[in-house]
């Protein structure tokens, strides 16, 4: 059930709860098993974690590229509203697929979230000029 998994780019965990039960620590860290699976960690932590998860509002980690709108089932009408919604003003943008703002890309291929890869830019150069005269 896609809807009772977490998508791993944003998450807060209760680390104090997890290394309360050292059982939980040990399957977490199962590389072997998590090798298993197409989204390795990803999938290991909605395995392992499965009855603890609790999901934030979807303007916590909106995807730079995938609409869940229009293309990811099973999602309910309320669902894909609350997620066009949040779209509309992120919180955090999850660069979960190309380009990446820390790449090189091509402006004009961008369609939704050319804004944030401005920023991101600026940002960085920033903070490089920034360091740059810290270490002279």
């Given at each position: 059930d896609?809807?009772?998994c977490i998508n791993a780019g944003v998450l807060i965990m209760d680390c104090d709860s997890i290394r309360a039960e050292k059982s939980?620590?040990?399957?977490?860290?199962?590389i072997e098993?998590?090798?298993?699976?197409?989204?390795?960690?990803?999938?290991?932590?909605?395995?392992?974690?499965?009855?603890?998860?609790?999901?934030?509002p979807p303007i916590w980690n909106v995807w730079?590229?995938?609409?869940?709108?229009r293309r990811i089932p099973p999602f309910t009408k309320q669902d894909r509203s609350h997620y066009a919604d949040a779209r509309r003003e992120p919180l955090i943008v999850h660069f979960?697929?190309?380009p990446k703002p820390w790449a090189p890309f091509n402006q004009r291929k961008l369609k939704w979230g050319a804004r944030f890869?401005?920023?991101?830019?600026?940002?960085?150069?920033?903070?490089?000029?920034?360091?740059?005269?810290s270490v002279k």
């Open positions: 896609m809807t009772a939980l620590i040990i399957d977490l860290l199962n098993q998590a090798m298993n699976y197409i989204f390795l960690d990803q999938d290991q932590i909605n395995l392992v974690l499965k009855d603890r998860i609790h999901f934030l730079n590229r995938i609409d869940m709108t979960q697929s190309k890869y401005i920023e991101y830019w600026m940002l960085k150069k920033s903070m490089l000029k920034e360091i740059s005269r």
